[in-house]
């Protein structure tokens, strides 16, 4: 095993495009668990912790680029009005300890399903900066996660860094796990409303070989808000179309049975993650979260 | 291959060192500092917790080529950790803090135990508040809760859960560890 | 010259007598991080052991190739079953236990050979290249494959003392209990209530991995620092595998880092040896999480049929019961698991009818032994989950019913043996039902946004208080304390009293496991409170001493405890025949009062000083060894299941309180209030902390803790991120309350307190949580898919 420690970006772009097999390490929560436990063993490991442009960020008006880097404590405490579901989400991972040091490009580059960045990227909106030599190109979320634990990384890229779009209303995670801290996500569920352009976009984890949107929910739920003139009027969503909302994400779903939960609990707990974060987030909107439409 | 960074005020050097080793292991084995504990090295048990650049962090998950030119922390430097706090000194300067092997062979029975006299407050509050049976865990948990109060001086009972939820204890059932951290920071808002 | 470090000798006395919340001597260590626990050991020129395991339940050996290993740079030994120089095999009541796979393995994870190297890294590695031909054979899983006809019998040949009984060669044991006449009660019950019941394998997850470090002499033994639980007993099983002597095995304990019965069976012990001696270097083998799980036998699972009768007015008329326990590849402690289960099968009840079996199979599943609780903790789910079935029936308060049906002092246990010591049974649910009870919607805040700490899910944001329904549950236990059934259960203490600088020190020295109990607290304490000084030493815990028999059974306070307290009386009588024979001239007192020990001086019971017992020593070293026993026990018919089979019993009730988010099916426990009566707190913190600690590892058990097994034998959760235990956010206020009825057949008339409230937990919990759902419930871990029935 070699270990490279780049001290440039650059640096580290050029050790990727001779070392294609070397495997990155930040935070190394995921990486580090399985040299510890002889799972793994690359030839080279590829330090990205000297290079600081990776730990930091810049809001513009319509996004945020995040460094890769960034750990999840700092999302949770810096980035909660920019980025709400991606902040509850951060606040969700691991353990103190962990949040300090893991981050939402080491989730993106793991791309497991469990990881709990991608139902909010996937709600709010995301692309992943993938940069090699050859040059930077954008992937949006929906086309990063390509099966259980793989992603549309080429070889020689690296994630920079992930332009998620800011907060434009009222978003929500949840996550469900057996224990009340410190647990993989069993299955769990972001939803962003998006007043701006009267859409409402939702990501699941867990529940499929890769994080999914829910797209037939967030299509009948966009239209049921737009019929009944929710969006103007701050009205209740209808049970019966919270009801739908939640059948439809459950439906979105295609997931295993594993020692950490059955498929149909999966489904189950997605429905009901579903209906809560909806009536969370619109009880949100309508509080005040409306404001978001002329922001 | 050969990594070097600051370990309780005092620079360390350790020769080597295979790649995939992490900084745990490299306390523990290459610089005589087995205070931060092998408990489960995956990150979910908090026993190897340490300061890394001021952060806790799981020891185990940092790979020890990582905490080249870094400042850690560890069980054996937290009571000068305290002392230099409490004294306003917010340098990380040498300090002769940390317990070597040696040190540790050297040290003969006194009444009241090593160091009695040394311990920082949080130290002393689990001594006091029976936080420590095992005490595999406990390394780990004085950090994080140092660092808690440190923090917030004065955390509500949510915030000592939150806070230690990364370190698991098998013993006590974390009633007499909830006890031991608003001890201390009773004691650190008394002596403030 | 480096030696390895041990933590004790470093342990030295701080203050307090028995009753007194002494702090722990190794408390300053353990804090400061100089404690060394098993895995902190290091030796100059130390060599890294590791074990390659079997990735099969149950499959043959047809070849090993160990050449390229071997061959590997850095390493300096490997061994398999081939290379063994004497016994092959060894266990705790049964030699079943191969030191190295023979030609087959029975479980996954299975020792198959081992590897020395000069780092891990590179032994790791030679371990991967060690070929081994396995061919897959059939698994018996459960008692169905296990006694069906033609099942691969896992030991065939079996000559221990429990294979002439059994039915079936692959069940290790089966103990009945039958008292009364269950058909004729069963007739006049009013109210019949039966059920079946499964507790899932539950893994001890002490927190210090399986550590040790061998260090071979120069006269050709072997010293072994390690972290167990009972030096003596490791040592009876680990000479005859090196084929040395017992006295060339020597054995310190080191720092242990928890037990809970997980350290009870060899780990690495003899392997290390193995390797030190092979190599002729200090070996040291450190396992971590992943390999504990299968370094180290679990929790029985464990399925259970009840049938309950009463009548009419809530007189409990019989019990029936049928346990089955699964052991495993191995037998281990299964036979006295199975004793536990069966004559504690009915509780704390008065029951005149009983039937009662429990047995234990060899499967070719994990291994399984001994966890906190063992054997009482499978039946107590059962049994407290037909009690409130039976209140419910009857219509009554489900703390009524068992207060009505509570066993007392004086009553008949289902073995005929009489409950000779107070059993307050009805008391311990008093209080624990007299609690003013937790507010409700803990997580509501002035500000308005829920706090989802105090919600179930935690900060995972599942609720906001939707879904969320308040349950209350009440259960009681009763356990065992000590080894029971005709064993012969002694420890041993060696006591010292000599002046130091003029002041008298008292050195105790015993081979007691301190596992993190605060067993080296206690003996202090006693040291303090039966000779009258301040300064206590405790000696390392090493072989050099007789066995102070396991630290487990919640029966080192007792019974070392109790060889510490006579040989400091022993030492106490010595004392005073020197001031006698010095100083008798003196004082007519020295002859006819009363004579005590304390303060340092000697004195009359009338508090006269007579003199200093510095002055009393001068050079004098008294030291004095005793070996010492409760009462002995007896076994169970083999038939009947009666005998006076236990030393001592101990009970505790709890009551949960919990909320339950019924959608999501996810439970936050809100408090869990425990009663105990300890006889006598020699350690009032201690106690506390024994009875917080067991509390929560039966709430793990009620909520989440489980060693998921496939059918085909293979552990599909060895870490941490899939074996969960509860975090600090998980656990809920647990309010204590001790009660201190002596026993006055033990020292000081306490009770062992450590396994009681490990019991009653799990049940409790789980009736809250029926409370709060209405579902029935009959397995644990309860998990979210039975709540909401997916």
Same mark, same amino acid.
């Given at each position: ?189 972001? *939803? ?104 | ?192 | ?748 008339? *306490? ?25 029935? *419930? ?13």
């Amino acid at each position: 095993m070699e270990f490279l420690r780049p001290g440039s970006w650059e640096e580290a772009l050029a050790a990727k495009a001779e070392h294609p097999a070397a495997v990155p390490v930040a935070g190394g929560t995921d990486v580090m668990v399985e040299i510890n436990f002889d799972r793994r063993r690359p030839e080279y490991l590829l330090d990205l912790n000297r290079i600081g442009d990776l730990y930091e960020w810049e809001t513009g008006e319509d996004e945020v680029r995040l460094g890769a880097s960034v750990p999840y404590a700092r999302i949770m405490e810096e980035l909660r009005a920019e980025l709400p579901g991606l902040a509850l989400a951060a606040h969700t991972v691991g353990s103190p300890q962990i949040r300090n040091r893991g981050s939402v490009g080491g989730n993106l580059g793991a791309a497991s399903p469990a990881g709990d960045s991608h139902p909010p990227l996937l709600a709010a909106g995301a692309r992943v900066e993938a940069e090699s030599v050859r040059g930077t190109r954008l992937i949006p979320a929906e086309e990063f996660y390509t099966g259980v634990k793989r992603n549309a990384l080429a070889p020689d890229e690296l994630i920079r860094a992930v332009r998620i779009a800011r907060a434009d209303g009222p978003q929500q995670f949840s996550k469900v796990g057996t224990r009340n801290a410190m647990v993989i996500a069993v299955c769990a569920f972001s *939803l962003a409303l998006h007043p701006r352009s009267r859409t409402v976009r939702t990501g699941i984890g867990s529940a499929a070989p890769t994080p999914v949107r829910a797209r037939a929910a967030e299509d009948f739920l966009a239209a049921a808000l737009e019929e009944g003139g929710h969006w103007e009027s701050g009205r209740p969503v209808p049970p019966s179309a919270a009801r739908r909302f939640a059948e439809l994400a459950a439906g979105a779903c295609n997931p295993i049975d594993d020692v950490r939960g059955s498929a149909r609990y999966r489904r189950h707990a997605v429905a009901v993650m579903a209906r809560r974060t909806l009536g969370w987030t619109w009880e949100a909107y309508r509080a005040g979260g409306r404001e978001h439409r002329c922001a | 291959m050969r990594v070097n960074f600051t370990v309780n005020g005092r620079p360390q050097q350790a020769d080597d060192v295979w790649e995939g080793e992490s900084l745990l292991y490299v306390l523990r084995e290459r610089l005589g500092l087995p205070g931060s504990k092998n408990a489960c090295e995956q990150g979910e048990c908090g026993s190897c917790t340490v300061r890394l650049d001021g952060l806790p962090v799981c020891a185990c998950l940092v790979a020890a080529g990582q905490a080249e030119g870094r400042e850690v922390v560890t069980v054996e430097g937290l009571a000068e950790h305290a002392r230099r706090r409490a004294a306003g000194d917010g340098t990380t300067a040498r300090a002769p803090a940390g317990t070597s092997l040696d040190e540790a062979r050297r040290w003969t029975p006194a009444p009241g135990g090593p160091g009695a006299q040394a311990l920082s407050p949080v130290q002393q509050a689990f001594v006091d508040a029976g936080a420590v049976q095992c005490g595999f865990c406990t390394p780990g948990l004085l950090v994080a809760a140092d660092e808690l109060i440190e923090r917030n001086p004065e955390p509500s009972d949510a915030d000592i859960r939150e806070a230690l939820s990364g370190n698991l204890c098998r013993c006590t059932g974390y009633e007499t560890i909830l006890d031991a951290v608003r001890l201390a920071a009773a004691r650190a808002g008394e002596a403030g | 010259m480096a030696t390895a470090r041990t933590p004790a000798g470093l342990a030295h006395g701080t203050h307090g007598g028995v009753g007194e919340s002494a702090p722990r001597p190794d408390g300053t260590l353990k804090v400061t991080g100089e404690f060394a626990y098993a895995s902190d050991l290091w030796h100059e020129d130390m060599l890294w052991g590791v074990t390659l395991r079997s990735p099969h339940a149950h499959a043959r050996i047809l070849s090993a190739d160990v050449s390229a290993a071997l061959a590997t740079p850095g390493v300096y030994a490997v061994l398999t079953h081939a290379d063994l120089p004497a016994a092959t095999r060894y266990g705790l009541e049964i030699q079943d236990t191969p030191v190295l796979a023979d030609g087959v393995v029975r479980y996954h994870g299975e020792p198959v050979a081992l590897v020395a190297a000069d780092h891990p890294e590179t032994a790791r590695r030679a371990a991967a290249r060690i070929r081994i031909a396995y061919e897959e054979l059939p698994v018996v899983h459960d008692e169905e494959s296990a006694t069906a006809p033609g099942a691969p019998v896992l030991h065939p040949g079996r000559d221990d003392d429990h294979a002439v009984h059994v039915a079936h060669p692959n069940i290790v044991h089966r103990q009945p209990v039958v008292r009364g006449d269950v058909a004729a009660a069963r007739a006049r019950a009013d109210v019949v209530v039966s059920g079946d019941y499964e507790v899932g394998m539950q893994d001890q997850a002490f927190l210090g991995p399986e550590s040790g470090l061998a260090v071979p002499a120069g006269d050709g033994g072997v010293d072994l620092y390690i972290a167990t639980q009972w030096l003596h007993a490791d040592l009876r099983q680990i000479a005859p595998v090196l084929g040395l002597p017992e006295d060339k095995v020597r054995m310190t304990l080191s720092g242990v880092g928890g037990a809970f019965g997980g350290r009870e069976d060899l780990s690495m012990q003899a392997h290390a040896c193995l390797l030190a001696l092979r190599t002729g270097r200090p070996v040291k083998m450190v396992y971590n999480r992943f390999e504990s799980f299968f370094g180290h036998v679990h929790r029985h699972p464990a399925r259970l049929h009840y049938e309950h009768g009463a009548s009419r007015d809530g007189q409990l008329l019989y019990v029936q019961a049928r346990i089955v326990l699964d052991g495993g590849a191995y037998a281990s402690s299964s036979p006295a698991v199975v004793g536990n289960a069966a004559s504690l099968a009915v509780g704390p009840y008065v029951v005149d009818h009983v039937d009662v079996e429990a047995l234990a199979l060899y499967t070719n599943n994990p291994p399984c032994g001994a966890m906190r609780g063992f054997g009482a903790v499978q039946a107590c789910f059962a049994y407290e989950a037909q009690m409130d079935r039976l209140a419910e029936r009857l219509g009554l308060d489900p703390v009524e019913f068992r207060q009505r049906n509570a066993m007392a002092q004086g009553a008949v246990m289902p073995t005929g043996q009489v409950v000779d010591a107070p059993a307050p049974v009805a008391e311990l649910l008093r209080r624990v039902k007299a609690r003013p009870m937790p507010p409700g919607r803990p997580w509501e805040t002035a500000g308005g946004a829920p706090d989802v700490r105090a919600l179930p899910g935690g900060l995972s944001n599942t609720t906001h208080g939707e879904g969320v329904v308040r349950g209350v549950g009440y259960a009681v236990g009763i356990k065992n304390v000590g080894f029971s059934e005709g064993f012969d259960d002694y420890s041993t203490a060696r006591v010292r009293l000599e002046a130091v600088a003029g002041q008298p020190v008292a050195t105790v020295h015993t081979a007691m496991a301190e596992v993190g109990q605060g067993g080296v607290t206690v003996h202090a304490q006693i040291a303090r409170t039966e000779l009258g000084v301040t300064q206590v030493v405790l000696q390392p815990a090493d072989t050099r001493v007789g066995s102070a028999g396991s630290t487990s059974a919640s029966r080192q306070t007792y019974v070392t405890g109790g060889a510490v307290l006579h040989a400091c009386r022993a030492v106490r009588e010595e004392v005073f025949a020197l001031g006698r024979a010095r100083l008798g001239a003196y004082h007519p007192a020295w002859a006819h009062a009363e004579l005590l020990l304390e303060g340092g001086k000697v004195t009359t019971e009338a508090g006269e000083v007579l003199a200093d017992l510095a002055d009393v020593l001068e050079d004098e070293v008294i030291e004095v060894e005793r070996e010492w026993r409760h009462r002995p026990t007896e076994p169970f018919d083999l038939r009947t299941g009666q005998g006076d089979g236990h030393v001592q019993y101990s009970f505790a009730a709890h009551r949960a309180v919990v909320d339950v988010d019924t959608e999501l099916g996810l439970v936050k426990v809100v408090e869990l209030a425990c009663a105990q009566d300890v006889g006598k707190a020699v350690n009032p913190l201690a106690v506390t902390g024994q009875i917080q600690g067991g509390t929560v590892q039966g709430l793990g058990l009620a909520v989440m803790e489980e060693i998921v097994v496939s059918a085909d034998g293979l552990v599909r959760n060895p870490s941490f991120t899939d074996y969960l235990i509860p975090t600090v956010l998980d656990t809920p206020a647990i309010p204590v309350d001790v009660l201190e009825l002596a026993d006055e057949h033990a020292p000081y008339g *306490l009770r062992g307190a450590g396994e009681a409230p490990t019991l009653s937990s799990t049940p409790a919990v789980v009736a809250a949580i029926r409370a709060a759902t209405g579902l029935a *419930l009959k397995r644990v871990p309860v998990r979210p898919e039975h709540l909401t029935g997916t």
